[in-house]
């Protein structure tokens, strides 16, 4: 049994940290949310609904940022956005790349780019950037999507001091902007009272 007798109910616009240390079952709590975990016993719930699966209702952000290399900052940020309006295939991306459409998911973009501080890095690549401005685009890139939860599992772990109080600030900042409501989990309780 990893996780026993939880009954957690979180209300739409809150800040919700979770911490613990290694091995305690937060990040089964945080898949179970998700979806990607169903559980042995009891359910999870999403507005009275059962939670199947993993869905645009619930944004994700990891400790290892989910960009792709090859694809420029601005690139990386749409595309999930590009993959719910035309699929996955990147063959059909390249096809319409110069379409209205991708031109105005571009200044979509650049709208979450310029909320995270990022804008004059949109034609860049992820190699060309500090493990910060990363965080920072995996946060644009889940928040993009508008989820009703956005679920963060120690994103900020692998920074440095000063790196990890920045991307503190800046979530508070952007929470207190947005009112998303946002799962935090955390194995360090300073980071969490914080």
């Not at 979180?10 to 305690?24: A, H, L, R, T």
């Not at 599992?153 to 929470?175: C, N």
């Amino acid at each position: 049994v990893v996780l026993n007798n939880i009954n957690l109910k979180i209300k739409e616009g809150d800040f919700v940290s979770i911490v613990g240390p290694s091995g305690c079952g937060k990040s089964t709590l945080f898949k179970t949310i998700l979806g990607s975990e169903k559980p042995s016993s009891g359910e999870a719930l999403m507005d009275g609904e059962l939670i199947e699966k993993p869905d645009r209702s619930k944004g994700i952000v990891f400790q290892k940022y989910s960009l792709f290399e090859h694809k420029t900052v601005i690139d990386n940020v749409i595309f999930g956005l590009v993959c719910s309006k035309f699929g996955f295939l990147s063959s059909i991306y390249h096809r319409i790349i110069n379409s209205k459409e991708i031109i105005a998911l571009k200044e979509e973009g650049e709208h979450y780019l310029e909320r995270v501080g990022l804008l004059d890095s949109a034609y860049k690549f992820p190699f060309e950037l500090s493990g910060g401005m990363k965080q920072r685009i995996a946060i644009a890139q889940a928040m993009i999507m508008k989820p009703k939860i956005l679920l963060m599992d120690e994103p900020f772990g692998a920074l440095d001091v000063g790196t990890r109080e920045q991307m503190q600030m800046f979530l508070l900042e952007q929470w207190e902007e947005t009112n998303q409501t946002i799962l935090f989990i955390t194995h360090d309780l300073d980071e969490s009272l914080f």
